[in-house]
């Protein structure tokens, strides 16, 4: 194994919901990262994982009615889980950690315990706003409007002890790191971070809690649990085994190279984690780079809009390789993106379909068709190169190190580019040799013809080992396809032009990238998100109990009585409204209406026996007169309002009062 490491990292996640397709860039970002370093011959280390303690959880899990255990387990190891959906997107993590495993907790422990000890953390108290309903303690920015973000009820000053450890005393230190070195990508992040939070003074951190208790415990002072973010950076280190028993990695890659996160956590990774890893002397990561976010209308992707898109809906409609590509070549790294369907299926039309499928299948038809399948050998050395072949093989000789000096700067979008300005030329070049043409009369030009096909399988062969990293196996398939062997997808070939065997054979096979119907596509997908959106509503919803009670006399005035259906007709010009006749024993017909023709057919419930209250006043509705109201029990199913008329026993007489 190389003596060359490196270790990158993803932000774990919090599984409070399923994830979505931001989580999932982030995710396919690192790794193709990940990927690309072990092409180059790298030992990589790939960390993802879930953040699982904290409040929200802790919430989350009593509405739910399962400890908070039970429901982290079911978003992380269940189905379409997390782990689900990064086997699904071919995520090649090389460990995965969970907050809540024993390791990590003891390292919580020790290390709180550590920089108590060394006083940088102290006890002193919390002052917050305190939501009694969820029994939970906010800060001034997380209200929305002034109230609970969870439950929007009032909240109320509060107070609660806490330790805190002092960030104000490292603010030089970070400031000095982010202004004077590399530490922080993009650049356009370091000033946000100094000017927002460094410069109008770092407080002191709470990072202990008492109101709740899904967390590490701090075990030198029972009632507190270790701040969530405190819990969560050091994942980053525990999972090497710093401080446990579980692994030995520490020294093998720590400090890391790069910790790839969302433009919103930059602030927890380039301030609070390294002025903790300062405290406790350790080596700081090389780098944080801070991605920017999907947005989806230009707006946030959040699951109270109901706009997230699901990731496991994209993958299998349009194939796993093509949503990675997708994401990697359409949104500059560091910068805001707008997601839509449109561009995706235009994404994998032009550049997967058009562009580098139609380069494969029309290449390895040629080859086929004018060679029998088998390159007829020595068709690299030809005697009279014209300026096309050349302006070709050039680029592509130059293609690893542009793509080379794009992933080192984490800008996979150029790296992309960069390799599909070549499959564009490669496209153009077909159309300036017009093989078709030479092939005409292949005693003259059978050696020409051999050429230009050479020139394209190695092309295409070039682009295929640098579009692994984003597409691993589709790229499988791409080398199948055109005849190269193992020795032809390594980093090293990728620079060198002529690796391809001159009597390669390729064959045409599938078709690698089909192309994909827009309108059908969309109107699947919107069905399909209706579909998973039904699927994940709650089976049965009743009407919540009304708290205020109605005393026993108001009760008794209500006339409930039987009633039998004498006639029943929708009323004209009204979707919703029925009109009855109804016998209620007094001798003279009563008319209702009722609004509920989208469950019923009046013809029905002709000759049931209802319930009505009777002694409400009379009401008009569309030109009608209605005395009273007929009785029903609503409920919620999957999101679907249903309805059923109360229906008594047809022995009991019209008029029988129900009490
Ligand atoms: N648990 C913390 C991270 C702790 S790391 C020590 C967390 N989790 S998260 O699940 O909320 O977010 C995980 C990552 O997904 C973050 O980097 C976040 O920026 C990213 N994304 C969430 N929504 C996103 C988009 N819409 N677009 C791109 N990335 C987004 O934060």
């Given amino acids: 194994m190389s003596d060359k490491k490196f270790y990158i990292t993803t932000p774990i996640y919090y599984p ?115 939501c009694k309903d969820c029994e939970a303690f906010w800060t001034e920015t997380q209200l929305v409007d002034g109230k609970c973000p969870d439950c929007g009820r009032e909240v109320m000053d509060a107070e609660e002890e806490a330790y805190f450890f002092r960030l104000s005393k490292y603010a030089d230190r970070v400031q000095d790191l982010l202004e004077n070195t590399d530490f922080l990508e993009p650049r356009s992040r370091v000033n946000e971070m100094v000017n927002n939070f460094i410069k109008p003074g770092l407080e002191d951190l709470c990072v202990s809690r008492t109101s709740f208790s899904w967390g590490v415990p701090v075990d030198f002072d029972p009632g507190h649990v270790v701040y969530v973010w405190v819990d969560a950076l050091f994942n980053y280190m525990t999972a090497l085994g710093f401080l446990n028993g579980k692994y030995d990695d520490v020294d093998k890659f720590w400090p890391a190279d790069v910790h790839i996160v969302g433009k919103e956590i930059v602030r927890f990774h380039s301030i609070i984690w390294p002025a903790m890893l300062m405290s406790m002397g350790l080596p700081l990561p090389k780098k944080v780079f801070g991605h920017g976010w999907l947005l989806l209308d230009g707006g946030k992707m959040s699951k109270s809009k109901g706009n997230v898109v699901d990731p496991y809906i994209l993958a299998e409609k349009f194939g796993v390789d093509a949503l990675r590509f997708f994401l990697m070549r359409t949104f500059p790294f560091g910068s805001d993106g707008n997601f839509s369907n449109e561009l995706l299926i235009q994404t994998i039309n032009v550049d997967l379909a058009n562009d580098l499928g139609n380069l494969v299948s029309r290449t390895t038809a040629m080859v086929g068709k004018y060679f029998g399948g088998k390159l007829p050998g020595a068709c690299r050395e030809w005697a009279a190169p014209e300026a096309c072949d050349t302006e070709l093989t050039e680029m592509a000789k130059g293609l690893r190190d542009r793509y080379q000096a794009a992933m080192d ?94 009597e390669a054979e390729p064959t045409k096979g599938e078709n690698l990238f089909p192309r994909v119907d827009t309108e059908k596509a969309l109107a699947e997908l919107e069905a399909a998100a209706e579909a998973a959106k039904k699927a994940a509503l709650p089976p049965l919803e009743i009407e919540p109990y009304t708290e205020e009670k ?110």
């Fill in 16 to 130: 409070s919901d399923k994830l979505h397709i931001g989580h999932a860039y982030c995710t396919v970002a690192t790794d193709s990262i990940a990927r690309y370093k072990r092409l180059q011959g790298y030992d990589v280390m790939f960390l993802t994982g879930t953040d699982e303690h904290g409040q929200k959880i802790e919430s989350k899990a009593s509405a739910a009615g399962v400890t908070p255990q039970q429901f982290v387990d079911n978003i992380v190891d269940g189905p379409r889980g997390v782990k689900d959906l990064w086997k699904l997107m071919n995520i090649s993590n090389d460990r995965f950690i969970r907050t809540t495993d024993d390791y990590h907790v003891e390292s919580i422990q020790k290390i709180f315990k550590k920089m108590y000890e060394n006083g940088d953390i102290y006890k002193g108290s919390y002052k917050g706003k305190y």
């Fill in 409 to 502: 700067a984490y800008a996979p979008h150029k790296a992309l580019d960069e390799v599909f300005k070549l499959i564009a030329r490669a496209n153009k070049y077909i159309d300036e040799t017009m093989p078709w043409a030479l092939a005409k009369d292949m005693d003259a030009n059978g050696k020409r013809l051999a050429h230009v096909m050479y020139n394209l399988l190695e092309t295409t062969r070039i682009c295929g080992v640098l579009l692994t990293p984003f597409m691993p196996e589709s790229m499988d398939k791409l080398f199948a396809q055109i005849g190269a062997c193992p020795c032809c997808r390594s980093w090293d070939s990728a620079a060198r032009w002529g690796t391809l065997s001159d």
């Fill in 550 to 659: 109605v005393d026993f006399d108001t009760f008794c005035k209500s006339d409930f009585r039987a009633v039998k259906v004498k006639a029943c007709e929708a009323v004209k010009k009204s979707d919703k409204l029925l009109k009855f006749t109804l016998d209620d024993g007094t001798g003279t017909d009563r008319q209702i209406l009722s609004g509920i023709h989208k469950f019923y057919e009046p013809e029905q419930l002709v000759g049931k026996t209802l319930v009505a209250i009777v002694n409400l006043p009379p009401r008009k509705m569309m030109g009608q007169e209605s005395c009273g109201m007929l009785l029903s029990a609503v409920h919620t199913e999957k999101g679907e309002e249903k309805l059923n008329l109360i229906m008594v026993d047809d022995a009991i007489p019209a008029g029988a009062k129900l009490c």
